[in-house]
Structure formats: structure tokens, C-alpha cells
């Protein structure tokens, strides 16, 4: 049985009408000074939310907040999110966050207990964090009833779909600061993309390993070796022909691939923008993560905006993986121009890269999952 096919989803459940469901949300959104930001994460569990009140059942979210460190700090209370909550689906509980206590990350099993207390059901809509083996996330399926949310499946589905069985031409345009953040995902996407196109920061490294000059860029030289190994594998990379940044003087240039003395690069240049636009253009299938440039800054933006629009225009199966990309796209006003954006940055990168995560193991062990005919499960 597929990783797919042997996970429990809503329809799974036993008859849900007057019982309770504890249900784990990602509902770690960006905070300003106690407000927030972008309620993306939020509106994107609507769905299951609602099922399951249509189902007749009480429901029950808990969700983690940023990273308080196993104690209530009350710049990390759910206050904000429950307001919102509240506003959105009406009639909803939602715990404190499950961080305020040590026992979430280090997943105890007291904890555990204290979260299924009283529930009938379990449900894991929180894809951005179903790469942690946290308590709220592995512990309830081993005794509840459980299902993947709506949302859940649908990450679940457009990415393991990019594994399995993508159209081709597959591109896959990557950008961030750091190549060894992404190193696992570009090993395991390299088999399988046709073409990789690399910019942010992360591509300094790569021109230094053929041999560039590239001035105070950011550069991981530990990381150079990978880079020549990764050039040499015989998959096509393109990386920046051009370069924006600021030179020693203080001023914004452009230059070639060869940055002189106390350059520091912060976007890819026109040149480089057109080049991969033209790769988004003519693929059939794009997944793209992390920004080509410093696009906070609008002198650095035109590169990731070029890209961004790219995925906007083309005609290709277009993935967004979450976080900074995801961030970008909504500040050009182009996020509901492509086809998904992940709610998660390093499970929807984990889960390319190892086609499975901890939350979803946790589901196909749980009691009511869909058993193969040989009862092996997986
Ligand atoms: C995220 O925002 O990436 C998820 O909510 C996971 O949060 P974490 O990286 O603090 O575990
Ligand atoms: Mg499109």
C-alpha cells in the first residue's frame, strides 16, 4: 500500500455527532508586536474545521506559537490567534500553547495523556510542524481515533505527487541563504527534476565553486566541495549570469558572475531574472522555494519578483513551498496565482526529500488506519 493510500482521512472516523475532537493546527503565524501579520495558516484549516462541525462534533484545536522553551511567556499566548479563531469558525475551543510546556517537544507521554483526555477523535491538520515527532503530534493516533485534516491531505498529495509522478519538464527553482539547509531536498530532487535554477544566496557558493570571484558575498565555503560535486552530476543547473548588490563604495551595481573586492551581492540581476522566467515559462511542473534575493529591500526585489511572476504566468503545475517564498508571493499579490502554496517550509522540504514525516508514520499506525490486505502497514 502506497505512503498515501494507508493514511486514515476524515471519512475514517467513527460517527463524530456530541463527541469531542482534539484537532492539531499550524496555527504559528507571523506575530507584530501582539498582533498579526498574515492568517494564512488560519483560513487554510477552515475546511476540516468545518467538516467536522457539520459532523455535529465539538471541536478542540491546540497549536504551538513560535518557540517558548517549555514555559508560558505571554508574548507567545494564543490570545491573538483565538480572537481570530473565533472570528473565522465560530464556536471552536483552542488550548494554550502546547510549547508553554516542556512535555510538547520532548513528547511525554504524561503530556499525551493530558491532551486525549476527554477526546474521541484525533485529527493532524498541521502540516507545518508534522516533521516534528512532538507530543501532539505522534502521541494521540496511538490511542484515538485519527485522520489527516483536509489540509494535510492536500500537502500530502501535491507533494508526493512531485516525487512520484511529476510532467515533465520538472524545475525546480531554489533560493535562501543556505545551501546546506537545503542540501537533502536537492540531492533527493536531482533524480528527479530535470533542471535545477539556483539563486539567493545560496547560488555565491555555487559560483565560487566554478571558480568566481564573488567579493564579501555570503559564502559556505564547507559547502564548496558539494557544490562541485552537484555541478558535475550531468543534471542541467543554471545559476545568476548577473549580479545586483552593493559595491565597496557603498553604491548598488550590476555585474557579471566575476563581483570585484567588497562586493556583496543581494539579488540576481536582470539578465539572470529573464533567463530563469524563460525556465518557470517552459516547464511543465515548478516547485519553488526560498527567495533569489533580498526582496524585503524593493532595490533587491526585481529578481524574486521576476520569478514570482514566472509562476504566476506559466502554464506549468506551480508549488510554492512555504515560508519566505510564500511571503514574497503574497507581497507582489500573486499567491492565488498559482496552484499550491504550502502551509510548511521544512516539512513540505522533509517531505520531499524523504517522502514521509513523523505526523504522517504516526496516522498509519493509528487504530482505526486503513490496513493493507497482507496487514502490514506503509
Ligand atoms: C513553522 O513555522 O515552520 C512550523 O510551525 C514549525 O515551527 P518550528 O520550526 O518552531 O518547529
Ligand atoms: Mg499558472
Redesign the pocket.
Known amino acids: 500500500m502506497s505512503t498515501r493510500a494507508a493514511l486514515p482521512v476524515l471519512e475514517d472516523l467513527p460517527p463524530l455527532a456530541g463527541h469531542r475532537v482534539l484537532v492539531r493546527t499550524?496555527f504559528?503565524v507571523p506575530m507584530d508586536g501582539g498582533r498579526i501579520t498574515d492568517d494564512f495558516r488560519i483560513r487554510a484549516a477552515l475546511p476540516t474545521i468545518q467538516w467536522l462541525q457539520g459532523q455535529g462534533a465539538s471541536v478542540v484545536c491546540a497549536s504551538?506559537l513560535g518557540?517558548p522553551k517549555g514555559k508560558p511567556d505571554p508574548r507567545w499566548s494564543m490570545d491573538a490567534v483565538r480572537a481570530r479563531l473565533a472570528e473565522l469558525a465560530p464556536g471552536v475551543e483552542l488550548l494554550e500553547n502546547l510549547r508553554f510546556d516542556a512535555g510538547e517537544e520532548a513528547n511525554d507521554a504524561a503530556f499525551v495523556a493530558r491532551l486525549v483526555d476527554g477526546m474521541d477523535a484525533y485529527v493532524d491538520d498541521a502540516f507545518?510542524?508534522a516533521h516534528?515527532a512532538h507530543a501532539s503530534i505522534v502521541g494521540p493516533p496511538r490511542t484515538l481515533p485519527s485522520a489527516m485534516g483536509r489540509l494535510l491531505a492536500r500537502e500530502v498529495d501535491v507533494l508526493l505527487g512531485l516525487r512520484d509522478h511529476p510532467k515533465h519538464p520538472f524545475v525546480a527553482v531554489l533560493g535562501g541563504a543556505k545551501i546546506s539547509d537545503k542540501l537533502g531536498v536537492v540531492e533527493a530532487l536531482l533524480d528527479v527534476v530535470d533542471a535545477l535554477v539556483i539563486g539567493g544566496a545560496m547560488c555565491f557558493t555555487f559560483l565560487a565553486a566554478q571558480g568566481n570571484p564573488i567579493g564579501d558575498s555570503l559564502c559556505e565555503p564547507d559547502q564548496i566541495d558539494t557544490c562541485r560535486r552537484l555541478l558535475a552530476s550531468g543534471k542541467t543547473i543554471h545559476l545568476p549570469e548577473d549580479i545586483i548588490g552593493v559595491a565597496a563604495d557603498g553604491s548598488v551595481q550590476t555585474w557579471g558572475t566575476h563581483l570585484p573586492a567588497g562586493a556583496k551581492g543581494f539579488d540576481i540581476g536582470p539578465g539572470s531574472a529573464a533567463a530563469f522566467a524563460d525556465v518557470v515559462m517552459d516547464a511543465r511542473t515548478v516547485f519553488w522555494n526560498g527567495p533569489m534575493g533580498m526582496f524585503e529591500d524593493e532595490r533587491f526585489a526585481a529578481g524574486t519578483r521576476a520569478v514570482a511572476q514566472a509562476m504566476a504566468d506559466t502554464r506549468a503545475f506551480t508549488v510554492v513551498g512555504?515560508?519566505d517564498s510564500a511571503a514574497a508571493l503574497a507581497q507582489f499579490g500573486l499567491d492565488d496565482q498559482v496552484d499550491h502554496v504550502s502551509t510548511?517550509?521544512?516539512?513540505s522540504l522533509e517531505l520531499l526529500e524523504l517522502g514521509d514525516l513523523p505526523g504522517l508514520a504516526a496516522l498509519r499506525a493509528a487504530p482505526n488506519a486503513p490496513r493493507s490486505a497482507s496487514g502490514s502497514e506503509g
Open positions: 499550524d504559528n504551538h518557540r507545518g510542524a516534528r512555504g515560508g510548511g517550509g521544512g516539512a
